[in-house]
């Protein structure tokens, strides 16, 4: 039997490294604040980050999960233009430290409408909270722009288990509008080690933000993942 048959309760945790951040644009407020990608001028410190999430699963198909993925990266050197970030000015060639952080929150059902002994793939909706904070900070000035608000996010799995021990994993959420987007996605495989305990790797991504009246920001972070699966 794999990982995932006849599962009901299952918890995985995820943790690895933050391999990057090929943009993270900046502009708070988005009218009258200087745009800012803080790659182009800082550099990223070497981040580890941990995720949890326990699921549910009703007949097979039905799955219901709660996800808390909290983190922070923070990026230090120094700034190659003024910036006015949320009200406050903040120098150029002066030693600065920017703090991301994006937490997050979510509550999924999703359907599984293929469950085959080879492929599974299912559907669904997830409630995502964000709490996100924007800090700068030097030796003379500091401000930070906290923002909480509710995403409404598509839920989709694929699994293509070629035995009873291996499977590759596509999954994640995304949506996009008018005002923004949101892509966390997971591309891997995973290993039953025996009916109970099983280890994954692969590589995630979370890309998206939000052009708003108060903030503009998109962002684009890359993980190396690595993973244990428990099967309750």
Same mark, same amino acid.
């Given at each position: 039997?794999?990982?995932?048959?006849?599962?009901?309760?299952?918890?995985?945790?995820?943790?690895?490294?933050?391999?990057?951040?090929?943009?993270?644009?900046?502009?708070?407020?988005?009218?009258?604040?200087?745009?800012?990608?803080?790659?182009?001028?800082?550099?990223?410190?070497?981040?580890?980050?941990?995720?949890?999430?326990?699921?549910?699963?009703?007949?097979?198909?039905?799955?219901?999960?709660?996800?808390?993925?909290? +983190? %922070?990266? *923070? =990026?230090?050197?120094?700034? &190659?233009?003024?910036?006015?970030?949320?009200?406050? $000015?903040? @120098?150029?060639? /002066?030693?600065?430290?920017?703090?991301?952080?994006?937490?997050?929150?979510? +509550? %999924?059902? *999703? =359907?599984?409408?293929?469950? &085959?002994?080879?492929?599974?793939?299912?559907?669904? $909706?997830? @409630?995502?909270? /964000?709490?996100?904070?924007?800090?700068?900070?030097?030796?003379?000035?500091?401000?930070?722009?906290?923002?909480?608000?509710?995403?409404?996010?598509?839920?989709?799995?694929?699994?293509?288990?070629?035995?009873?021990?291996?499977?590759?994993?596509?999954?994640?959420?995304?949506?996009?509008?008018?005002?923004?987007?949101?892509?966390?996605?997971?591309?891997?495989?995973?290993?039953?080690?025996?009916?109970?305990?099983?280890?994954?790797?692969?590589?995630?991504?979370?890309?998206?933000?939000?052009?708003?009246?108060?903030?503009?920001?998109?962002?684009?972070?890359?993980?190396?993942?690595?993973?244990?699966?428990?099967?309750?």
């Amino acid at each position: 039997m794999g990982i995932s048959a006849q599962a009901q309760l299952r918890l995985d945790l995820e943790s690895g490294l933050v391999l990057g951040t090929p943009y993270n644009e900046i502009r708070i407020p988005n009218q009258g604040g200087t745009y800012v990608n803080l790659p182009d001028n800082l550099t990223a410190k070497p981040t580890a980050f941990y995720r949890a999430r326990l699921s549910y699963t009703i007949a097979n198909r039905h799955t219901i999960s709660l996800l808390y993925a909290p +983190l %922070t990266v *923070r =990026y230090q050197g120094e700034l &190659r233009q003024d910036v006015n970030f949320n009200n406050q $000015l903040f @120098a150029a060639n /002066r030693p600065t430290n920017v703090d991301y952080t994006f937490n997050s929150y979510r +509550l %999924t059902y *999703r =359907y599984e409408f293929i469950n &085959r002994n080879k492929w599974q793939a299912g559907l669904g $909706l997830t @409630a995502k909270i /964000r709490d996100a904070n924007v800090q700068f900070a030097n030796e003379s000035a500091r401000s930070n722009f906290p923002n909480v608000g509710f995403v409404p996010l598509v839920n989709v799995n694929v699994v293509y288990k070629p035995d009873e021990h291996w499977r590759i994993w596509l999954e994640g959420d995304a949506l996009g509008s008018r005002f923004g987007r949101a892509e966390d996605i997971f591309l891997g495989g995973a290993y039953a080690i025996n009916r109970t305990v099983g280890i994954k790797a692969g590589y995630r991504v979370v890309e998206g933000g939000a052009d708003v009246d108060e903030v503009y920001n998109f962002t684009w972070i890359n993980y190396a993942s690595v993973g244990l699966l428990l099967t309750l």
